[in-house]
């Protein structure tokens, strides 16, 4: 069938944003080829007016619909509430700021109609991001990837369409900590999947939802998730000192014997002290990492609370 398509957009203080998105996204979605689409803006807990403009636009537009969660979960867990409330064959994942741009829509689900399941973009540009940030972005996948068995490719936003099958699957994941991206790599087929390139532009108004601290963030979690290696790591570690502590008391040994000369204790003592627990430390800070995930995963506390969920979900799956 292929002709139902859900369009999930995540939208965190993305008031001055989202009327302009909701224009463009209409004009396109309009001329496609489908019996039916429903555009689910998830706002992530704004403090701006990003839900009043939501709701204008659900009066003016009934393929609307809202999923209002009660406080900012972040991103990820935003693109997860607007996944689990989607009906359509298809969902497409984009932002609200306009970097991507809705007439891509049209290929992706072109493709679809074709018979692929996964539709990726490949973000050629970013206008928005320096090049310091891009270099940081780079290194950082280049770390996961040579960390993770799961292959994550650079490059490759959150901007894309997922057949129903697959959409199934991701359902099933329930960790807090997610990288979407990371997630959908790990189900992904070899083939049945599409690129799309393009240029992200300049957002359309606001700020970057992510500054360094929270993308460094970010990076440290994903490498968590998707990885163990860093413990096998800290092994390795720990194996290099004690061979150097090693070589070191062979060193002394040799000096106080063989050499005669009387070996200055203080300044060694305390530099292999200070050494070895600075890598004590570290290796305790890479298990606490660990450690903590499974505190958090655990108690199996809701992804999120969404509001609304009884009037417009209920209504979005009897419209499609
Ligand atoms: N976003 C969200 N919750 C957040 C942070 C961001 O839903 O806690 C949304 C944001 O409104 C935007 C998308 O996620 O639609 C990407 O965020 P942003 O544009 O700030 O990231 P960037 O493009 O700068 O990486
Ligand atoms: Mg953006």
Known sequence: MRDSVSVVISAYNEGESVTELHKELSKVMKDLPLKNYELIFVDDGSSDDTHKKCRD????????KIVHLKRNFGH????????DYAVGE??????????HPPVYIKEMVKYWQEG??????????NKATSKFYDFCAASFYKILNLLSDTKIPAKTPDFRLIDRSYIDVLKKFNEHDRLFRGLLSWAMPNDKVKVIDFV???RFAGTSKYNFRKSLALAFNSIVQFSTKPLRLSIYLGLLTAFVSGLLG??????H???RHPTPGYATIMTTVVFIGSVQLIVLGIIGEYIGKIHMEVKKRPLYIADYESKEVKNAKKDI
């Open 200 to 202: 992200a532009p300049e």
């Open 116 to 125: 692929t399941d996964i539709v990726l973009t490949k973000r050629l540009e």
């Open 257 to 259: 014997f063989v050499l």
């Open 76 to 83: 990820e867990i935003a693109m997860t509430a607007g996944m």
């Open 57 to 64: 636009l659900q009066e003016k537009d009934s393929h609307v």
């Open 250 to 255: 062979l060193y002394v040994i040799i000096e």
């Open 90 to 99: 298809a969902v497409i994942f984009m932002d609200a700021d306009l970097q």
